[in-house]
Nanobody, 121 residues
Framework: QVQLVESGGGLVQAGDSLRLSCAAA????????VGWFRQAPGKEREFVAT????????YYEDSVKGRFTISRDNAKNTVYLQMNGLKPEDTAVYYC??????????????WGQGTQVTVSS
């Protein structure tokens, strides 16, 4: 069992940066891949980025490549999403999830409660 808690969201202006954190409780956390997903109002939850258990493999959704960076510190049971050059279309609730390395949310078993990111123009 893994419990996940996201933090770091907020209201920022276009071009600003934020770093989201996903803190995990559970001794098996380091064996899971972790993904970030987001859901804007009226839209389906979509893939943003994912990282393997070791941190050696990462994948990104095309619209965030070059702007977002996912990383993890297994000693701290935490995964990060550094978001630079934020755009209004990045506005959404951001969720982290633990599971298998994939861009498909169905491959993730454990989810956090989400953190709101709002980017004003």
């Amino acid at each position: 069992q893994v419990q996940l808690v996201e933090s770091g969201g907020g209201l920022v202006q276009a071009g600003d940066s934020l770093r989201l954190s996903c803190a995990a409780a559970g001794r098996t956390f380091s064996s899971y891949s972790v993904g970030w997903f987001r859901q804007a109002p009226g839209k389906e939850r979509e893939f943003v980025a994912t990282i393997s258990w070791s941190g050696g493999t990462t994948y990104y959704e095309d619209s965030v490549k070059g702007r977002f960076t996912i990383s993890r510190d297994n000693a701290k049971n935490t995964v990060y999403l550094q978001m630079n050059g934020l755009k209004p279309e990045d506005t959404a609730v951001y969720y982290c999830a633990a599971g298998y390395l994939s861009n498909d949310l169905r491959h993730y078993d454990y989810w956090g409660q989400g953190t709101q990111v709002t980017v004003s123009s």
